[in-house]
Structure formats: structure tokens, C-alpha cells
């Protein structure tokens, strides 16, 4: 038996399959960076070099982290003169997650009795 389904319901569904397989999700699977994450909420705006002295890994392999998670918004990152000061940007991770909700709202709204049987 074949199922018809609404091109908005694909398109919805294709949206769904965007934002799970983004590079925010990515960013959030790698343990370091949840380590990292950690350490931000619990210690504040802190540098690099701090960090470091914290964790087991080089400092080289926290600055790659630190740069991914900056680059899909998950980190604001300040310059002070040599060092980089990295805090966690509240507004924008939670925003993701509203709208990634949302998007699970509508589709479940929308493809409901295709995908929820």
C-alpha cells in the first residue's frame, strides 16, 4: 500500500531531517564539547588558556571545539588583547531549541497520523 502525502508534508518532513542532521546537533554529540559546555556554565566567561588547564586535552584541540561551537552559535567569543574569552550565547542556543520544537509541533500537526500510528 502506497502513502500519499501532501508536498507540505514533505516539505516539513525534509525541514525535520535539516535541522536534526545540522551541525548544531553535530557540534552538541562530540563529549568534549559537552565537557566544554560544562565547564562554561559552571565557571562563566573564561579564556582558552584556563580551559585548558581544566581538561585533559591540548590546548589545540579545545580551540578547534571552542571554534565549531562558535561558528553555529552555541559560544559568543570577546578578544581582549591576546586572549579569546569565550561565554555560552543563552539567547541563541535557546532559540534554537524553540524553534526545533516548533518544528517538531508542526509536524507532528501536519503528518500526524502518517508519522505518530
Same mark, same amino acid.
Request: proline content about 3%; overall charge positive; hydrophobic content about 35%.
Given at each position: 500500500m502506497k502513502i500519499i502525502y501532501t508536498k507540505k508534508q514533505a516539505? !516539513?518532513?525534509n525541514q525535520m531531517v535539516d535541522v536534526l542532521d545540522s551541525k548544531f546537533f553535530k557540534s552538541l554529540s562530540e563529549p568534549v564539547r559537552v565537557e566544554i559546555l560544562?565547564? &562554561? &556554565? &559552571? $565557571? =562563566?566567561?573564561t579564556d582558552i588558556g584556563t580551559i585548558a588547564q581544566d581538561l585533559p586535552q591540548d590546548r589545540s584541540v579545545i580551540s578547534r571545539h571552542l571554534n565549531?561551537? $562558535?561558528?553555529? =552559535? !552555541? &559560544?559568543?567569543?570577546?578578544k581582549e588583547s591576546r586572549h579569546m574569552y569565550?561565554? !555560552?550565547n543563552a539567547s541563541? #542556543?535557546?532559540?534554537? #531549541?524553540?524553534n526545533i520544537t516548533d518544528l517538531v509541533g508542526k509536524c507532528i500537526k501536519e503528518c500526524g497520523p502518517l508519522c505518530c500510528k
Amino acid at each position: 500500500m502506497k502513502i500519499i502525502y501532501t508536498k507540505k508534508q514533505a516539505q !516539513i518532513a525534509n525541514q525535520m531531517v535539516d535541522v536534526l542532521d545540522s551541525k548544531f546537533f553535530k557540534s552538541l554529540s562530540e563529549p568534549v564539547r559537552v565537557e566544554i559546555l560544562r565547564y &562554561l &556554565l &559552571l $565557571h =562563566g566567561r573564561t579564556d582558552i588558556g584556563t580551559i585548558a588547564q581544566d581538561l585533559p586535552q591540548d590546548r589545540s584541540v579545545i580551540s578547534r571545539h571552542l571554534n565549531l561551537m $562558535h561558528e553555529v =552559535g !552555541i &559560544l559568543n567569543c570577546e578578544k581582549e588583547s591576546r586572549h579569546m574569552y569565550y561565554t !555560552i550565547n543563552a539567547s541563541k #542556543f535557546l532559540d534554537r #531549541f524553540t524553534n526545533i520544537t516548533d518544528l517538531v509541533g508542526k509536524c507532528i500537526k501536519e503528518c500526524g497520523p502518517l508519522c505518530c500510528k
